[in-house]
């Protein structure tokens, strides 16, 4: 946690799971009272762990990611109504149908849109544009993308219903050797600007794309 917070990072998510949850969420609320925190539990609890999320409630986390299985929209919403912390789908939204049921079953209050996993960004846009005129806040996730994906996650995350700080990091956190230039950095504020170039706002570099390719393919 004190090293993302040195290099400007200003939001931090914690991994949790049943057994590895209250104490090391404690621990780092304790040691940094005022940042801005979160968890993702990948669906790793059970509707009957309820209790060991709701001790959560005392940390003021900005939000509990996925805490149950993905297709499990009906048990989220009883979960929702056990706690004061909000709960964010992630894994559940795949499509912009599975934002109206989640909004209609009242299964969470905010939504991680990744794009990759929607389904690029004109599903993207019809969830973001969905979720503002119900009032429902989403941020902008990320799927491990290269400088190209980065781009489209950058554009994304201008949106007016984007809400909360997004999981959108440079990217030497992941690659040594980015595909684009200029990569992505992180500002002296933890941000990342979106640029004001056509397109993805970066030139792709091909001889690096071809250098990281496993396979292609050519049509004429």
């Known amino acids: ?125 019809i969830i973001h544009d969905f979720c503002e005129s119900v009032g429902m806040p989403i941020w902008i996730g990320g799927m491990l993308e290269t400088g190209i994906g980065r781009g489209h996650l950058v554009a994304a995350a201008t949106l007016p219903n984007v809400k909360f700080p997004n999981d959108i990091s440079a990217s030497s956190r992941y690659y040594e050797e980015d595909i684009v230039d200029p990569p992505w950095e992180l500002t002296s504020r933890g941000t990342i600007r979106a640029p004001g170039a056509p397109g993805i706002g970066v030139e792709v570099l091909e001889e690096k794309l071809r250098k990281f390719s496993l396979r292609s393919w050519s049509s004429s």
């Open 1 to 125: 946690v004190s090293s993302y917070l040195d290099e400007g990072y200003r939001r931090i998510k914690l991994k949790i799971k049943p057994g590895w949850d209250k104490d090391i969420v404690g621990a780092v609320r304790r040691e940094y009272p005022d940042i801005k925190l979160q968890v993702d539990a990948n669906a790793a609890y059970r509707l009957q762990d309820w209790p060991s999320l709701k001790e959560l409630d005392k940390y003021e986390l900005l939000m509990i990611e996925q805490p149950l299985d993905y297709d499990d929209l009906v048990d989220h919403s009883i979960l929702a109504k056990m706690l004061k912390t909000p709960i964010c789908l992630d894994e559940s939204i795949k499509k912009p149908e599975d934002s109206y049921k989640a909004y209609r079953l009242g299964s969470c209050s905010i939504i991680n849109l990744k794009p990759a996993r929607v389904g690029g960004l004109l599903n993207s846009k």
